[in-house]
């Protein structure tokens, strides 16, 4: 799965990374389930969904 950012934010868990609106999440590798959904979701620092799971990625 391939997962998109919507929100410019900086990555604590990687480095300090700063993802911007659009980049792809995680800029490498594979992302771990549990940061994926707690990205993906309102249980983060910013209280709001940063990435989406991109469409047709296949």
Avoid: W
Avoid at 28 to 56: F, M, Q, T, W, Y
């Amino acid at each position: 799965m391939a997962y998109k950012v919507i929100k410019d934010f900086k990555d604590l868990q990687d480095e300090n990374h700063i993802y911007r609106a659009g980049d792809k999440y995680p800029r490498k590798g594979r992302g771990k389930k549990e940061r994926l959904e707690e990205l993906a979701g309102s249980d983060n620092l910013r209280g709001e969904p940063l990435i989406v799971e991109e469409e047709g990625d296949s």
